[in-house]
């Protein structure tokens, strides 16, 4: 009877110490996969941000194309005026 008993406790250790290392894996391929999906939400986030960064930039080279060009004359005494400006500053 003590010899069964005793099978029976080692048997169920055994189990037991199966079960835990099966576990192990399931819960690492669990926190992969997460980490695989996280990566790929930063990788679209990254890309709609590039893209937001060209729309916008696209846009401002268009602000920019749209603004009239000064005159000759009047750019002239615009450069002439910030000029007297730096050497009051200095």
């Known amino acids: 009877m003590n010899k069964l008993l005793a099978a029976l406790i080692a048997t169920f250790f055994a189990a037991g110490a199966i079960a835990a290392d099966a576990a192990k894996p399931a819960a690492s391929a669990a926190a992969k996969t997460e980490a695989k999906t996280e ?3 930063e990788k679209a ?42 050497e009051k500053k200095a």
């Open 39 to 41: 990566a790929k939400v």
């Open 45 to 86: 986030e990254a890309k709609v941000e590039k893209k937001d960064a060209k729309v916008e930039a696209k846009a401002e080279a268009k602000a920019d194309a749209a603004k009239p060009a000064a005159s000759g004359a009047k750019a002239k005494k615009a450069a002439k005026a910030e000029a007297k400006k730096e």
